[in-house]
């Protein structure tokens, strides 16, 4: 295959996920979620909270005991050298989603490395953008992009297991060690691909059991070895108590976002729908065409098994929401792409001329595009426009690193307290009895009569506002 057909594919695949993040990656607003991560981070770096400790304010999570630190730990490193503009964790969920294309690609050629397959790698990262949710989660700043890399990271470790013979003494201890790096991002949810020398045992006819027992071994040590360090250390051994206590048990007894439990199957085969319609159609013209596709569904099966176990054991509990699957989508990528990656080699052989030519003309209409995109989201908002420029605008006047009371209504409003957390370190407290005592009072326009008898003491700064207001003491 013509190596200039090959650069054109992926530059056309950079495009897409460019396309894909890019515009709105540089657009203000984000979901709560990910916005309530950034504030852990950029507090951490700062010197709010600790490692084993990461917190969010004094009034709300002074501890953070809800996932384990590492994924504010490293993306407090990016605070702590760029500062604290709101690019900072755009830049870095750029750059975490290039490093999951990045690694998709190392997994497809370490799978294909044998095979001309390999020379497509772009495929399997086409079928994975594409999916809703996970340009979703890489614009929204969400745990599961770090947990992500480390995840498949595991997955491209066991792949070396199983698909070499001669497997390097490194590759089940990396394995192990990417496994625990991904626990502490996230919790178990990452650490599903410890199933995958089980599956390779009975899809993949040259892995043995003898080699599948001693792999397991070995990446078993780096496990244990980190289970030590977690217990003995008093720090840490308090940290992940309260971790598993508060959030992973509370989760499992209390906590209910959908009414079925196989919700997340729904949820997980409407994300694929693309994915799966795109396999289809080319599956169908192949065969009309008579194109000759010996396909090994064992592999592909292989992949898709592993992904499921990334996705079924979130029917454990009621609180089930699409981007808990993200990073399992790789794997539903690089399995659904073995199933079509014959024709699609094929048919770019057939025609390497007249697919170069036409690859050329989609490059450059998609550079066009993409810039003029960007242009155009410059500055503009992609979600919470009226409360967020509210917000810019009470930043100017509430001195940063201070308290702004809030009326009890706001309490529940976790979007309004991380931006003031994340861009001004300003706390909210909503929750005490106190919270009418502060220098400022922050209201909700719709609820602020109610609250007005308590304020006497107050007058209203006026800020031409669209959300809240404003209040000064005397």
Known sequence: MNKRIIVLFWLNTILLVC????????????????????????????????????????????????????TFFIQSLFFKTLGSSMYVERLYDFIFCL???????????????????????????????TIPVCSWDFVNNMEEITMGVFVQLAILFGVKIVFNEKVKFYHPLLMGASL???WMCKGFPGLFPLTLLFWALL??????????VLQYIMLALPIFLFIAVLYFNKESHDSISQYLNNRVLNSIKNVVETENRFYIVGRLISELLIGIAICTILLLIAKAKKIHNPVNYKLSLLFIVVGLCGVLPIMITLEQ??????????????GLSILIANPVLNWIRMAEEKTLTLMKGVVVIGFIALSATIFFSYNKFVRDEPSLSDIYKIGKIVPAKSSLGASSDLFRDWATGCYLQRFYFIQIDACTADWNHHPFVL????????????????????????????YRHK
């Open 203 to 212: 899809f993949i006819k040259s892995f043995k059991m003898q080699k599948a």
């Open 321 to 334: 929401r699409g981007f808990y699957m993200t990073t399992a989508f790789p794997s539903f990528a690089i």
């Open 19 to 70: 396309f894909l993040t890019l515009p709105r990656l540089i657009r203000h607003g984000c979901f709560m979620d990910g916005e309530l991560y950034a504030s852990i981070a950029n507090n951490l770096a700062n010197g709010i909270g600790s490692f084993w400790y990461p917190s969010f304010n004094q009034y709300v999570h002074p501890f953070f005991d809800q996932q384990p630190p590492l």
């Open 99 to 129: 490093l999951h294309v990045w690694l998709i690609h190392l997994i497809w050629r370490e799978v294909f490395r044998n095979s001309e397959v390999q020379k497509i790698s772009w495929l399997p990262v086409v079928l994975w953008i």
């Open 443 to 470: 209201l909700n326009k719709t609820t602020a009569n109610q609250y007005l008898p308590s304020l006497n003491e107050y007058t209203k700064v006026e800020l031409n506002t669209t959300e809240f207001d404003l």
């Open 180 to 182: 625990m790096a991904a």
